[in-house]
């Protein structure tokens, strides 16, 4: 199950491994405190900061391929993909702003 706005994980009862639930619930969290580092690039860097945040420009090739728009985070040696929820904004660095999904 999760959360009905964000989508983030929730926890089970009965669930074996919670830790891996909740620490995955923490990094989805981590996306709205950020800062998106860039949404002009169509591959990804090749040596990103942990917990950098980019969004894939049209055309995105590699790991990034299939995921333009979305919300993509280097994390414990690899890319994890955020679909955004209706309204969710986020910090723009390069654009000095925010974006607002809609």
């Known amino acids: 199950m999760v959360t009905p706005i964000s989508g983030l994980p929730e926890i089970s009862e009965s669930q074996a491994n919670k830790a891996v639930t909740h620490n995955a619930a923490l990094r ?3 996306v709205n405190f950020g ?3 860039s949404r002009s690039l169509t591959t990804p860097p090749g040596s990103p900061a942990e917990g950098a945040l980019y969004i894939p420009a049209t055309g ?3 790991a990034w391929s299939g995921h333009t728009n979305k919300i993509v985070q280097w994390a414990n040696g690899g890319w994890n993909i955020y679909n ?3 309204y969710q904004r986020v910090f723009s660095i390069a654009d000095s702003s925010f974006i607002q999904y809609n």
């Open 60 to 62: 995105a090739t590699g």
């Open 35 to 37: 800062a998106i580092i």
């Open 28 to 30: 989805q969290l981590e």
């Open 84 to 86: 955004p929820f209706t």
